[in-house]
C-alpha cells in the first residue's frame, strides 16, 4: 500500500485560516459507511444522527500556550516550541533557529520573567531545555505563551480559547483534538437529553501528527508516541454501553487512537493508561469504535489512513472530493464529518 494512494487535491484558499463565530455552525458532510451515501448538513444536525443509548467520548486534554517567543542575551530572536514534560524543570522542545540553539545556550523569555539552558541535543534535533523561574510553571506560560497553531494556519489567533474545546481540563497537549472545537455546550446538553452518554479519554496531542509521512510504503512508516489515558468511570460507561447495544462514538481521531489502543480483546475496557503509537490504516480491524466525528485531514497523512481504514479508502477520497467541490473548510479550523 502506497502514501499516494491517499493523496487528494486541496486548493489552498480552502483551508480555514480562523474559527466561525458560532462552534457549532460549521458544515456536517456525514458519510454512510455501509452505503457510502453523502449528505451535506450543519454540526449542530449531529443530534439526529445519535441514538438513545449510543456513547460520545471524547479527548479532554487541554492545549498548553507552548509556543515561547524569547531571545539570547546578545539579543537574537528564539522561538521555543514544547513538546514534552520530562521532569524537573526539563522539556523537550523543538527551537528556531536551531544552529544558534547548541548546548549551554541560555534564553531570556519576558523580560526575566522565564529563562531555559539548553541541556542537551537529541538525535532527531529536538532540544531538552531546562527553565527557571518563580510560581508555578503552568501560570508563567499563560501569562507568555502563545498556542502552537498548526503549520497551515497564517493567520494570528485573537481569542486563544477558541483553539480549546469547552470540554476541555487535563492540560498537556501541544496541538487541539479540533473534531472536538465544534461542539458547544448548548449542544450537548441536547444531546444528553436525547439519552446518548458521555465518557472523557485523555490523550496527550504531540506535534507528530502534523508530521508528513514521508516513506513510500504505508507499512514502513513510524508513528511516535503519546500518552493516553481511560479512567475506571469512563470504562464502565464503555462497557455499559456495550451491554445494552449502544454505539460508541469517538469524537476525533485521538479519542478513537486512545479506546483502539486500551481495549481489551474482548471488546471490555479497564482502567487503563500507556504510551501509544499504534498506527491505524486499511485493513486494520476495530474492537472499540463504532462511529467517529472528525474534521478533514491532509493528504497523504496518518489520519486520512485512519478514516479510510473505518470507511473505506475510496469512499473517504470520494468523500473528500465531494467536499472540495462543495468548498467545504478544510482542517483545524474547518467543518467536520460524520461516519457511522
Partial sequence: MKTHDFWYDLPEELIAQTPLERRDGSRLLVLNRQTGALEHRHFYDIVEYLNPGDCLVMNDSRVLPARL????????????????????GDWECLVK????????????????????????VREDGNRVVHFSYEGIFLEVLERLGKMPLPPYIKEELQDQERYQTVYSREVGSAAAPTAGLHFTRELLEKI??????????????????????KAEEVTEHHMHSELCMLSRETAEILNETRRRGGRIVCVGTTSCRTLES???????????????????????????????????????????????????????????????????????????????
Fill in 69 to 88: 517567543l524569547g531571545h539570547r542575551p546578545t539579543g537574537g530572536a528564539v522561538e521555543v516550541l514544547l513538546l514534552r514534560d520530562l521532569g524537573g
Fill in 97 to 120: 533557529p536551531g544552529r544558534k540553539m547548541q548546548e549551554g545556550q541560555e534564553v531570556i523569555f519576558g523580560d526575566g520573567q522565564l529563562t531555559a539552558t539548553v541541556r542537551a
Fill in 192 to 213: 444528553r437529553e436525547k439519552g446518548v452518554s458521555e465518557a472523557f479519554v485523555t490523550l496527550h496531542v504531540g506535534l507528530g501528527t502534523f508530521r508528513p509521512v
Fill in 262 to 340: 486500551l481495549v481489551n480483546e474482548d471488546g471490555s475496557f479497564e482502567a487503563k493508561s500507556r504510551w501509544t503509537d499504534i498506527f491505524i490504516y486499511p485493513g486494520y480491524r476495530f474492537k472499540a469504535m463504532d462511529a467517529l466525528i472528525t474534521n478533514f485531514h491532509l493528504p497523504e497523512s496518518t489520519l486520512v489512513m485512519l478514516v479510510s481504514a473505518f470507511a473505506g479508502r475510496e469512499q473517504v477520497l470520494h468523500a473528500y472530493e465531494e467536499a472540495v467541490k462543495e468548498r467545504y473548510r478544510f482542517f483545524s479550523f474547518g467543518d467536520a464529518m460524520f461516519i457511522g
